[in-house]
Each structure stands twice: as structure tokens, then as C-alpha cells.
């Protein structure tokens, strides 16, 4: 589940102007906020809470996230009747400022403001996000470099100007390595980048992925429309099941839940029989506690009898995930769509393969993009234009001009590059003013059409 997200039996409200640091709220004994256990009281500062009677704050993993009050997971509130309001599903879009100093910020601070910009559950399982360097002194962070990779011309820029974070849209460290020597060109830079003290983040495929990322700032280019996502993520939470079964009484149910130690499990239950003495229990159930709850149930003859175990699906995050295809509100024309295209992503050239019966001037109503490599997100998309980097081998260009579709490549960094301004823009209003965010002059697509 990505920042700013939160499923449970409360309703979430935008947290002020002001965020509070997981240090606002430090680990103590006994009851403590979301930050460090689901039990009672938040131990932020009163001073720094909304309103302390009535809210609490949830700190990491769902930073400037604010639950009602009455969000407890103590078994008082774990049972909890059917007729409860539904869990409210809510996102805080906003981010505010972090507290500023007049030197910078810390690490930590900006990888905050980062991840809330792209979470990092969002990437795709395969990939290496995150802070990949990280040297060993800390140091304020004055001069952010952002770069889609980072090269040897792209190192030497940012030691040259004291750059203390480089972003780099791509991983520059993807495979596992054994060693950091100077033979390999990548290790090299990461090793250049420990001794210059320099830290090195990635957020790649989550900021493919994430709402308003470089995939909506894609399609975009061809004007507004009706915009959906070809391959849609879900909810980073581990698997779940629900249990239902069917207990004599209140006081069974107290038994069994007593039996689980269900601290933490949320049961509902409602009246089976008008008498109100069946009860029919809904009990969600963590993948990893499953065998041990049935068999405690199995001890039971009533649940035993009666169980049935389902699957919960992890639910949509709307308006994420890979690629993106858009109704125009407006359509154009091929030849203008390709104008349009080089405008967006500042290129002189870029190379089109027309589909099938397809001219210059007919109409593209469809387009579906994804950022650098597109071939198998794009793979049987029904659209009139695809637009990718490069990665689309020379048959698949062949089935989509076949299919009617035509393919505007621009080659794999150039459909991604121009997204950093946007990046940049986005973290200069949410990092103190100490801090100025930089575009790489150095970093290039390697290939150019000559
Ligand atoms: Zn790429």
C-alpha cells in the first residue's frame, strides 16, 4: 500500500500544512501510535498534533496520513457489528513543506518528500528502487542533480557542481554485483559516488506507475482525453483471507477470538437467527496466520461446521500502474501527432512506422503510450497510435502496423527525459528553499539519429 493510503474501519482526513517526521513521534512503552504498533494513544506532542482530541496522527509507512478517533485495535473494537460504516478509502494528495533550514535538509527528510512523490511499493517487483548509495557521513542536502542516467559525464557534472543527491531515473546499480572494483563502468560510479559523499536514489518504475507520472505526462503530449491504465496495480498488501463461520453465541465468539488473541483482527459478526443468539462472524484472516486459525476454529464444532475461507482480491489503485491509453478529446492527425510529439519531448527527429491502409493524414482518436521500453505493455493494445521509446522489436512493429495501428518511436530516454522538469518543478515545492533541484546538462539518450 503506497503512502498515503490507508485501509481500515476509520474515515482519513488530510493532515495539516505541517508534516510531522516519524522523530515527532519517538517508540515508548505501552500504548503508542500507528507509527510503531495499530494499539491506542499517538505519542506525538500535543503541540504538534491537529487537534489532539480528535485526531491521531499515523506516521510511517502512512506518513502525513490522520485517522478519526475511536481507531483502536483493541479487542473492544475488534468486534465490530456488520452495520459499521464501510472502511473509507482516501488519498491524501497533498504534501506540504518540511520544516526548512537555512543549510538544507536531511536525507532521510528528502527521501520522505520522494516517496510520497512515487511510492516506492509501486515499482515492479523486478526492479532495484530507492537509495541505492547512501555514504556513510551524514550531510545536509544543499544541490539535487536529476538525471535519467547516470553516466560518467553525468558523475564529473554532479562532483563538479558538489552535488549531494543525484536522482536517477534509471537504476544505475540494477543486477546484484560481488564486488566494487574499476573494471566495471557502473561500479565505478558508485564507488565515485561513496567518496565524494554523494547519495544516489531511484525511482524508475514507480514513477511509471504512479498517477500523474511520467506515463500520464506521456500521453499528454497528444492533448487532453479520456485516460485509463493498460495494466492496472493493485495494493501492495500481503495476501489476505476472510473467514466466515457461524458461532452458538456472543460469548463463543469472545471465547474463540480470546483463543486467536486477536489484538489485532477486526472481526464483524451480525444475528444468524431472529433470536440473536446464532451469530454469523467475518474474520479477516493474514495469509501467514491462516493454518493457525483454523485450527483453532477446527476445535470449535459449530465454526468447524460452517467455515468457509475466501480469497480478498487486493484492490485497484485507480489511476495507477503501467502504460496509458487515452480517447482523445480532440483528434488529430498522424503527421500532427508526430509534430505534437517532438514538441512535447523536445526532439527533431523521432521514427514512425504507418499502419495498415494508414496515411499522414488519418486520424488518430486512440493513442497508447509507456514510457522507454513498450513492447510488452503495448503488446495487443487496441489503439490507433502507439507511442514508446524503442524497445519494440521489428515484428512486433510488424503486428501492430498489420493490426492497423501505427508506432512512433522516439528511442528508449527520450520518451522518459523530459518528465524531470515536471520532477523537478514537484520537488522544488516541497523541499525547503535551502535546497535547489538541478537538471543533468550531461545526460543524453546514447543514440542519436546522425
Ligand atoms: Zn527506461
Same mark, same amino acid.
Given at each position: 500500500?503506497?503512502?498515503?493510503?490507508?485501509?481500515?474501519?476509520?474515515?482519513?482526513?488530510? =493532515?495539516?500544512?505541517?508534516?510531522?517526521?516519524?522523530?515527532?513521534?519517538?517508540?515508548?512503552?505501552?500504548?503508542?501510535?500507528?507509527?510503531?504498533?495499530?494499539?491506542?494513544?499517538?505519542?506525538?506532542?500535543?503541540?504538534?498534533?491537529?487537534?489532539?482530541?480528535?485526531?491521531?496522527?499515523?506516521?510511517?509507512?502512512?506518513?502525513?496520513?490522520?485517522?478519526?478517533?475511536?481507531?483502536?485495535?483493541?479487542?473492544?473494537?475488534?468486534?465490530?457489528?456488520?452495520?459499521?460504516?464501510?472502511?473509507?478509502?482516501?488519498?491524501?494528495?497533498?504534501?506540504?513543506?518540511?520544516?526548512?533550514?537555512?543549510?538544507?535538509?536531511?536525507?532521510?527528510?528528502?527521501?520522505?518528500?520522494?516517496?510520497?512523490?512515487?511510492?516506492?511499493?509501486?515499482?515492479?517487483?523486478?526492479?532495484?528502487?530507492?537509495?541505492?548509495?547512501?555514504?556513510?557521513?551524514?550531510?545536509?542536502?544543499?544541490?539535487?542533480?536529476?538525471?535519467?542516467?547516470?553516466?560518467?559525464?553525468?558523475?564529473?557534472?554532479?562532483?563538479?557542481?558538489?552535488?549531494?543527491?543525484?536522482?536517477?531515473?534509471?537504476?544505475?546499480?540494477?543486477?546484484?554485483?560481488?564486488?566494487?572494483?574499476?573494471?566495471?563502468?557502473?561500479?565505478?560510479?558508485?564507488?565515485?559516488?561513496?567518496?565524494?559523499?554523494?547519495?544516489?536514489?531511484?525511482?524508475?518504475?514507480?514513477?511509471?506507475?504512479?498517477?500523474?507520472?511520467?506515463?500520464?505526462?506521456?500521453?499528454?503530449?497528444?492533448?487532453?482525453?479520456?485516460?485509463?491504465?493498460? &495494466?492496472?496495480?493493485?495494493?501492495?498488501?500481503?495476501?489476505?483471507?476472510?473467514?466466515?463461520?457461524?458461532?452458538?453465541?456472543?460469548?463463543?465468539?469472545? *471465547?474463540?477470538?480470546?483463543?486467536?488473541?486477536?489484538?489485532?483482527?477486526?472481526?464483524?459478526?451480525?444475528?444468524?437467527?431472529?433470536?440473536?443468539?446464532?451469530?454469523?462472524?467475518?474474520?479477516?484472516?493474514?495469509?501467514? *496466520?491462516?493454518?493457525?486459525?483454523?485450527?483453532?476454529?477446527?476445535?470449535?464444532?459449530?465454526?468447524?461446521?460452517?467455515?468457509?475461507?475466501?480469497?480478498?482480491?487486493?484492490?485497484?489503485?485507480?489511476?495507477?500502474?503501467?502504460?496509458?491509453?487515452?480517447?482523445?478529446?480532440?483528434?488529430?492527425?498522424?503527421?500532427?501527432?508526430?509534430?505534437?510529439?517532438?514538441?512535447?519531448?523536445?526532439?527533431?527527429?523521432?521514427?514512425?512506422?504507418?499502419?495498415?491502409?494508414?496515411?499522414?493524414?488519418?486520424?488518430?482518436?486512440?493513442? =497508447?503510450?509507456?514510457?522507454?521500453?513498450?513492447?510488452?505493455?503495448?503488446?495487443?493494445?487496441?489503439?490507433?497510435?502507439?507511442?514508446?521509446?524503442?524497445?519494440?522489436?521489428?515484428?512486433?512493429?510488424?503486428?501492430?502496423?498489420?493490426?492497423?495501428?501505427?508506432?512512433?518511436?522516439?528511442?528508449?530516454?527520450?520518451?522518459?527525459?523530459?518528465?524531470?522538469?515536471?520532477?523537478?518543478?514537484?520537488?522544488?515545492?516541497?523541499?525547503?528553499?535551502?535546497?535547489?533541484? &538541478?537538471?543533468?546538462?550531461?545526460?543524453?539518450?546514447?543514440?542519436?539519429?546522425?
Amino acid at each position: 500500500m503506497p503512502p498515503g493510503w490507508l485501509r481500515a474501519p476509520v474515515r482519513v482526513f488530510p =493532515a495539516p500544512r505541517r508534516l510531522l517526521s516519524p522523530a515527532a513521534c519517538p517508540p515508548r512503552r505501552g500504548p503508542s501510535c500507528f507509527f510503531h504498533s495499530v494499539s491506542a494513544p499517538c505519542a506525538v506532542p500535543r503541540s504538534l498534533r491537529l487537534s489532539p482530541s480528535k485526531y491521531r496522527i499515523l506516521a510511517p509507512p502512512f506518513p502525513s496520513i490522520y485517522c478519526a478517533p475511536g481507531f483502536r485495535s483493541s479487542r473492544s473494537d475488534s468486534l465490530r457489528p456488520l452495520t459499521s460504516p464501510p472502511c473509507s478509502f482516501t488519498q491524501s494528495s497533498f504534501l506540504s513543506r518540511l520544516p526548512r533550514s537555512p543549510k538544507g535538509m536531511n536525507l532521510p527528510e528528502v527521501l520522505q518528500v520522494l516517496e510520497q512523490l512515487a511510492p516506492l511499493s509501486l515499482a515492479e517487483s523486478w526492479d532495484n528502487v530507492g537509495l541505492l548509495v547512501e555514504p556513510s557521513k551524514p550531510r545536509l542536502i544543499q544541490k539535487i542533480l536529476l538525471t535519467n542516467d547516470l553516466t560518467p559525464s553525468v558523475m564529473e557534472e554532479a562532483e563538479a557542481m558538489s552535488c549531494d543527491l543525484i536522482v536517477s531515473y534509471h537504476p544505475p546499480l540494477f543486477k546484484p554485483i560481488k564486488r566494487l572494483i574499476q573494471k566495471d563502468w557502473k561500479q565505478q560510479l558508485a564507488v565515485r559516488a561513496i567518496e565524494a559523499g554523494i547519495a544516489v536514489y531511484s525511482p524508475h518504475t514507480a514513477l511509471d506507475s504512479v498517477g500523474d507520472g511520467i506515463n500520464d505526462w506521456l500521453v499528454g503530449a497528444l492533448g487532453s482525453g479520456c485516460v485509463s491504465v493498460l &495494466h492496472q496495480a493493485v495494493s501492495s498488501d500481503p495476501p489476505r483471507h476472510k473467514l466466515e463461520f457461524a458461532v452458538r453465541n456472543r460469548e463463543e465468539l469472545e *471465547a474463540i477470538l480470546s483463543e486467536l488473541g486477536t489484538g489485532g483482527t477486526d472481526a464483524a459478526f451480525s444475528a444468524a437467527r431472529p433470536d440473536g443468539e446464532a451469530l454469523s462472524v467475518s474474520l479477516p484472516c493474514p495469509d501467514a *496466520a491462516l493454518p493457525s486459525v483454523v485450527r483453532t476454529l477446527s476445535r470449535h464444532p459449530t465454526p468447524r461446521q460452517s467455515l468457509s475461507i475466501l480469497a480478498v482480491s487486493k484492490p485497484p489503485l485507480l489511476g495507477f500502474g503501467a502504460g496509458r491509453r487515452s480517447t482523445l478529446d480532440e483528434p488529430v492527425s498522424i503527421a500532427a501527432a508526430a509534430d505534437r510529439v517532438k514538441a512535447h519531448l523536445g526532439l527533431k527527429h523521432l521514427r514512425l512506422a504507418l499502419g495498415a491502409q494508414k496515411t499522414l493524414e488519418s486520424t488518430v482518436t486512440t493513442v =497508447a503510450v509507456c514510457a522507454g521500453s513498450g513492447g510488452s505493455v503495448l503488446q495487443g493494445v487496441k489503439a490507433d497510435l502507439y507511442i514508446t521509446g524503442r524497445e519494440m522489436s521489428h515484428h512486433e512493429v510488424l503486428d501492430a502496423a498489420a493490426a492497423g495501428t501505427s508506432v512512433i518511436l522516439t528511442e528508449h530516454s527520450n520518451s522518459e527525459r523530459g518528465f524531470l522538469a515536471v520532477l523537478r518543478e514537484r520537488l522544488s515545492q516541497r523541499l525547503a528553499d535551502s535546497v535547489s533541484v &538541478h537538471l543533468s546538462q550531461e545526460d543524453r539518450d546514447p543514440l542519436e539519429v546522425v
